[in-house]
């Protein structure tokens, strides 16, 4: 066991010292059965993908090019058409965390700020402590949404990278497009990562201004309302000069090929994505939101599909639904008050959920 412990001792000088102090980024994946539960705890899509997009994997594997290395043709080319940008503007990652991870990493040196206000997604922080970033916090609020003027007073001469999430997650909460640009204009030395993980969900963008605000970076992906986070596929938006620059630091295969195979096909039926948004958006969020409002229980404003509940007894409703089969995130405040994150399905999905939660409430 001593040589045991020298090997760990060892085996931990071999990285920068900091790193031994990161926690990992383990969300609790584990058993979760699409067959099994309804899952309303990761902002997933809760039906399956679109039967064409099935058929591709499955055409794909059985033409029997698994053994070649990926080659990503023209998708970059169609991104760009759904996205109303040129192809030069667009660099495919291996989901949007990529993106994330790339831009955070080419940006900011050891020391310099990072201003991401929080609570929100847990892998900005975790890349920028990676990076031994100093990272400023300021706090989303229920009444006042972003905090605006609290990023625009944090900004500094070392202020390398600012995040706007739009939507929060967990909040929901959406950032103006003015609010981005006057954050953008007030820190032209700072890469603007502007998360649009959700962008289906609220068909709000800056991705028309890449060129004319040369520190923004967009990152979106198909893993939320395209239903495909299983296989990994996100994109960057900027202008053409940045999307150059990190294609430079992006692996040449780093995206697999059955991501572009299924992209490429979920791309052709766009329609497929835009009745399930629709129903979501029109028809299961007002439900729930309607439900919430009558019985008295608080939440965080939402643009997106998902909404951050604080019920007076979270953790009994949690073991409630999950022993009903519904799986819903439990996520504490800043004063460590738990609330429950609970993503919205289709319209049946959501009557479920309501009258599971209604015996209880
Ligand atoms: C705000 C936000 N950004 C990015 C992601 C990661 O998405 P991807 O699967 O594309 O890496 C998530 C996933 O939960 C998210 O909520």
């Known amino acids: ?49 679109c039967p064409s997009v099935k058929q591709a994997l499955i055409d794909f594997i059985q033409d029997d090019r698994l053994q070649c290395y990926p080659s990503y043709g023209n998708i970059a080319s169609k ?71 609290a990023v625009l007073d944090a900004i500094s001469d070392k202020t390398r990278l600012i995040v706007m999430a739009n939507p929060n997650n967990p909040t929901g909460t959406g950032v103006a497009r003015e609010d981005i640009l006057e954050i953008a204009a007030a820190a032209p030395k700072a890469a603007i990562l502007v998360d649009e993980c959700y962008f289906e969900y609220t068909q709000e963008t800056v991705a028309d201004i890449v060129e ?67 129903e979501v958006m029109e028809v299961s969020k007002p439900m729930f939101e309607d439900f919430l409002n009558r ?18 007894n979270p953790d009994e409703i949690e073991k409630h639904l999950r022993a009903h089969h519904i799986l819903v995130r439990p996520k504490a405040d800043e004063s460590d008050r738990v609330g429950l994150r609970i993503n919205l399905g289709n319209k049946a999905q959501t009557e479920s959920l309501i009258q599971t939660l209604s015996q209880i409430v």
């Open 79 to 149: 991104i760009a058409r759904y996205c109303n940008v040129d192809a030069a503007q667009v660099m495919i990652t291996n989901g949007s965390d990529q993106g994330i991870d790339l831009i955070i990493r080419s940006a900011c040196s050891e020391g310099e700020e990072a201003i991401i206000p929080g609570p929100s997604f847990a892998m900005y922080q975790q890349v920028a402590k990676v990076e031994n970033l100093k990272i400023i916090e300021p706090s989303y609020s229920v009444d006042q949404g972003f905090p605006k003027q």
């Open 212 to 278: 004319q605000y040369p520190n923004l970076l967009i990152t979106r992906t198909f893993s939320k309302t395209w239903g495909l986070p299983s296989v990994r596929l996100g994109y960057v938006i900027s202008n053409s000069g940045n999307i150059r620059a990190l294609l430079n630091v992006r692996g040449p295969y780093d995206v697999n090929q059955l991501a572009v195979v299924a992209i490429d096909a979920a791309l052709s039926n766009p329609g497929y994505t835009e009745l399930y948004v629709k």
């Open 1 to 49: 066991s001593g040589l045991q412990e020298q090997a760990g001792t060892l085996i931990m000088s071999i990285f920068k010292s900091h790193i031994a102090q990161i926690g990992a980024y383990t969300p609790p994946l584990e058993g979760r059965d699409p067959h099994d539960h309804l899952l309303l705890d990761f902002n997933e899509r809760t039906l399956p993908v």
């Open 295 to 312: 019985k008295g229980i608080d939440y965080w404003p939402s643009v997106a599909n998902f909404i951050w509940t604080f019920p007076n």
